[in-house]
């Protein structure tokens, strides 16, 4: 392929006009300064494409990167069209597979290269079986019966062939430089000391979940949204069914103590607000960079599996309650005197409620909900009393909550394919309430992944009779080949119809051109005035400014003066089955223990058993019921909303 692209020089800091001609027998991408220059062959000069990534930024439709060798070149093509052609064919002669030569110095029987590939299969089989059963879906509709259903015979035989080897491959252990089996010694290889043993069995990737992309030379960059692994070569996994406390023996009662007291020993892992550092070192660049040379640009990742060594200990809807995370400022909404008033706290609030979500100045993806994962918590609000515990509180989503001056929150994990995460929150004693429901889509960027946050956020203030409607940015990982760091991008927005009053707020991603991290701009108007009378800057993680009606500057939030108050949940003996906390608490014990492998085990035995599930409403015609939520339009509802129960009373 050849053709002009415009080139970023830090020459001249600028585009400038290149002729570029890809070699893909040498894989080069070479420029000159003029189609004539081509034939001359006077190059300007070339880029080595082995190993490089392409990346493209998700807030113009023409720039594109390629970065290789830890540097990264900027082009900017004619138009979409034109970037597509480039990138794709990019990626076609970078990620194809090499020709075999038999005088090759490197044996493909090194022991690492064994064990690797072992790993690989394992998550490869998993794909693939998913992929299988999508196309014994779709051609189900459109054939005889009887052909549907041998070709189904004919797929599941080949799945069963393929776990048959995969199953033998993960028996091999490995001892020196010597690969064994059960039978005895199999063969033996060069050995390699620098190589940890690999667990049978033990998938080495498990995690994956769109945005907006701008990288520059020294600033790569990506945040972790996880998927579903899939992988179907191991058993089935029980969880632990829930505890029922009745009278029983003393022995009897002496054993769901000790059960409690072991539940209630994971509880020191969620005490802690601080996340560690993801280390990327060899193996796991590695690992990350064989995900990369699987995926293409613009990719959806929601089945994309993504390596363990970036979770974040806690799940998603764990992380959406940390909005809360000031809820001070939450309920100070409803006591301002003017609907004018009103939209200015709950931008203040809106503002303050996304750098408490961040755990550390690393990235990390949080756990993928499953099916019919719950989480609950509340939050004390300073300054107030518990209040009373009356029957709104008794039939309320946290009867165990101190009172009715308790910021409630409660979640649900309602779809799976598509991810949608429902969570609803209510404050009794200022009577707010709020239901959402989020889709989280992923992208891959390149160098960067993208997450949309799809969904409609309703906050309804009960006294006055208002709702604002709330629209979240979109979520970056950035430098996900080094340090991956957060970045919020995208245009959202807080309505109240019933007002009139309107905020209009943009998260700034970084352009390689130059600027600052982690910017937003905004303002806030009313629809009877074409001018705005307040306007917003800063940064979203330090200090945010206000200026009104063009008097100087003031201090809106600034997120380092503000405490972060810590939720408040049941102890992990006493939660049910299906809640985040006591869920997924055997993964969350091993990555605080650094512990990836055992973290690894107990992702998948979750997983397993959720795919078990899921096969078996599939032969039994059986649906999946939500325990706290229904739907109404495209939106996911609380089924007891405080407003509801006040209306009964």
């Given at each position: 392929?050849?053709?002009?692209?415009?080139?970023?020089?830090?020459?001249?800091?600028?585009?400038?006009?290149?002729?570029?001609?890809?070699?893909?027998?040498?894989?080069?991408?070479?420029?000159?300064?003029?189609?004539?220059?081509?034939?001359?062959?006077?190059?300007?000069?070339?880029?080595?494409?082995?190993?490089?990534?392409?990346?493209?930024?998700?807030?113009?439709?023409?720039?594109?990167?390629?970065?290789?060798?830890?540097?990264?070149?900027?082009?900017?093509?004619?138009?979409?069209?034109?970037?597509?052609?480039?990138?794709?064919?990019?990626?076609?002669?970078?990620?194809?597979?090499?020709?075999?030569?038999?005088?090759?110095?490197?044996?493909?029987?090194?022991?690492?290269?064994?064990?690797?590939?072992?790993?690989?299969?394992?998550?490869?089989?998993?794909?693939?079986?998913?992929?299988?059963?999508?196309?014994?879906?779709?051609?189900?509709?459109?054939?005889?019966?009887?052909?549907?259903?041998?070709?189904?015979?004919?797929?599941?035989?080949?799945?069963?062939?393929?776990?048959?080897?995969?199953?033998?491959?993960?028996?091999?252990?490995?001892?020196?430089?010597?690969?064994?089996?059960?039978?005895?010694?199999?063969?033996?290889?060069?050995?390699?000391?620098?190589?940890?043993?690999?667990?049978?069995?033990?998938?080495?990737?498990?995690?994956?979940?769109?945005?907006?992309?701008?990288?520059?030379?020294?600033?790569?960059?990506?945040?972790?949204?996880?998927?579903?692994?899939?992988?179907?070569?191991?058993?089935?996994?029980?969880?632990?069914?829930?505890?029922?406390?009745?009278?029983?023996?003393?022995?009897?009662?002496?054993?769901?103590?000790?059960?409690?007291?072991?539940?209630?020993?994971?509880?020191?892992?969620?005490?802690?607000?601080?996340?560690?550092?993801?280390?990327?070192?060899?193996?796991?660049?590695?690992?990350?960079?064989?995900?990369?040379?699987?995926?293409?640009?613009?990719?959806?990742?929601?089945?994309?599996?993504?390596?363990?060594?970036?979770?974040?200990?806690?799940?998603?809807?764990?992380?959406?309650?940390?909005?809360?995370?000031?809820?001070?400022?939450?309920?100070?909404?409803?006591?301002?005197?003017?609907?004018?008033?009103?939209?200015?706290?709950?931008?203040?609030?809106?503002?303050?409620?996304?750098?408490?979500?961040?755990?550390?100045?690393?990235?990390?993806?949080?756990?993928?909900?499953?099916?019919?994962?719950?989480?609950?918590?509340?939050?004390?609000?300073?300054?107030?009393?518990?209040?009373?515990?009356?029957?709104?509180?008794?039939?309320?989503?946290?009867?165990?909550?101190?009172?009715?001056?308790?910021?409630?929150?409660?979640?649900?994990?309602?779809?799976?394919?598509?991810?949608?995460?429902?969570?609803?929150?209510?404050?009794?004693?200022?009577?707010?309430?709020?239901?959402?429901?989020?889709?989280?889509?992923?992208?891959?960027?390149?160098?960067?992944?993208?997450?949309?946050?799809?969904?409609?956020?309703?906050?309804?203030?009960?006294?006055?009779?208002?709702?604002?409607?709330?629209?979240?940015?979109?979520?970056?990982?950035?430098?996900?080949?080094?340090?991956?760091?957060?970045?919020?991008?995208?245009?959202?927005?807080?309505?109240?119809?019933?007002?009139?009053?309107?905020?209009?707020?943009?998260?700034?991603?970084?352009?390689?051109?130059?600027?600052?991290?982690?910017?937003?701009?905004?303002?806030?108007?009313?629809?009877?005035?074409?001018?705005?009378?307040?306007?917003?800057?800063?940064?979203?993680?330090?200090?945010?400014?206000?200026?009104?009606?063009?008097?100087?500057?003031?201090v809106f939030v600034d997120t380092h003066a503000i405490p972060i108050i810590k939720k408040q949940c049941l102890p992990?003996?006493?939660?049910?089955?299906?809640?985040?906390?006591?869920?997924?608490?055997?993964?969350?014990?091993?990555?605080?223990?650094?512990?990836?492998?055992?973290?690894?085990?107990?992702?998948?035995?979750?997983?397993?058993?959720?795919?078990?599930?899921?096969?078996?409403?599939?032969?039994?015609?059986?649906?999946?019921?939500?325990?706290?939520?229904?739907?109404?339009?495209?939106?996911?509802?609380?089924?007891?909303?405080?407003?509801?129960?006040?209306?009964?009373?």
């Open positions: 392929m050849e053709g002009p692209l415009n080139k970023w020089t830090n020459m001249v800091k600028g585009w400038q006009l290149r002729f570029f001609v890809l070699d893909e027998h040498t894989l080069c991408l070479n420029y000159y300064t003029s189609k004539d220059k081509v034939k001359k062959d006077i190059k300007r000069g070339k880029i080595f494409l082995k190993g490089a990534i392409i990346g493209i930024d998700d807030a113009d439709d023409s720039t594109f990167t390629i970065s290789v060798d830890q540097k990264t070149f900027h082009f900017r093509a004619n138009d979409s069209d034109d970037r597509e052609r480039w990138t794709r064919c990019l990626e076609e002669t970078i990620y194809r597979p090499p020709s075999i030569n038999v005088t090759q110095k490197h044996s493909h029987h090194n022991i690492n290269d064994l064990k690797k590939k072992i790993a690989e299969v394992n998550g490869y089989l998993s794909l693939l079986e998913d992929s299988v059963s999508g196309m014994v879906t779709a051609v189900a509709t459109d054939l005889d019966p009887s052909d549907s259903a041998q070709i189904e015979i004919c797929s599941n035989n080949m799945i069963s062939s393929l776990k048959d080897c995969v199953e033998e491959m993960n028996k091999l252990e490995f001892h020196g430089g010597k690969v064994i089996n059960a039978k005895g010694v199999k063969a033996t290889l060069p050995s390699d000391p620098g190589m940890d043993d690999h667990k049978p069995g033990t998938p080495i990737a498990p995690e994956a979940d769109d945005i907006r992309d701008s990288q520059s030379e020294s600033d790569n960059s990506d945040a972790f949204f996880d998927a579903d692994e899939d992988f179907e070569d191991a058993p089935a996994t029980t969880l632990a069914k829930p505890i029922v406390l009745e009278t029983k023996p003393s022995k009897e009662l002496l054993a769901i103590e000790a059960e409690h007291n072991e539940l209630d020993s994971f509880n020191q892992y969620y005490d802690g607000n601080e996340e560690g550092d993801v280390v990327i070192d060899n193996s796991n660049n590695s690992v990350i960079t064989h995900l990369l040379s699987q995926v293409r640009i613009g990719m959806d990742l929601t089945r994309i599996p993504l390596p363990t060594f970036i979770l974040e200990k806690r799940s998603l809807l764990e992380m959406y309650a940390e909005f809360l995370a000031h809820p001070d400022i939450f309920c100070d909404i409803p006591k301002q005197p003017t609907p004018k008033d009103r939209m200015i706290a709950a931008v203040r609030w809106y503002l303050s409620a996304f750098h408490a979500g961040r755990r550390g100045s690393v990235a990390k993806k949080p756990y993928n909900p499953v099916l019919g994962e719950t989480f609950k918590c509340y939050f004390d609000v300073p300054g107030m009393q518990d209040g009373e515990k009356d029957t709104l509180v008794a039939q309320g989503p946290c009867p165990w909550s101190k009172g009715s001056n308790s910021l409630i929150f409660i979640a649900e994990q309602v779809s799976h394919h598509p991810p949608v995460s429902a969570f609803y929150v209510e404050h009794p004693g200022n009577n707010i309430e709020v239901n959402a429901s989020i889709w989280t889509k992923s992208k891959f960027l390149g160098l960067s992944i993208g997450v949309h946050m799809i969904g409609d956020t309703v906050m309804k203030l009960l006294d006055h009779n208002e709702e604002y409607h709330v629209i979240f940015p979109n979520g970056y990982g950035r430098s996900i080949l080094t340090r991956p760091w957060v970045e919020l991008g995208g245009k959202c927005h807080i309505k109240c119809p019933q007002t009139g009053f309107n905020a209009d707020i943009e998260f700034i991603c970084k352009s390689f051109y130059g600027g600052s991290k982690h910017q937003i701009s905004g303002s806030i108007s009313h629809v009877a005035q074409g001018k705005p009378f307040c306007k917003l800057s800063g940064e979203w993680n330090n200090v945010m400014y206000a200026e009104f009606d063009g008097r100087k500057k003031e992990i003996s006493r939660q049910g089955e299906w809640e985040s906390r006591r869920l997924w608490r055997h993964v969350t014990k091993g990555l605080y223990e650094n512990d990836v492998e055992v973290a690894s085990e107990e992702k998948f035995k979750i997983e397993e058993y959720q795919r078990t599930l899921r096969k078996e409403r599939e032969l039994s015609g059986e649906v999946h019921l939500q325990e706290l939520f229904h739907k109404e339009g495209d939106n996911w509802v609380f089924n007891a909303p405080l407003s509801s129960r006040k209306a009964k009373l």
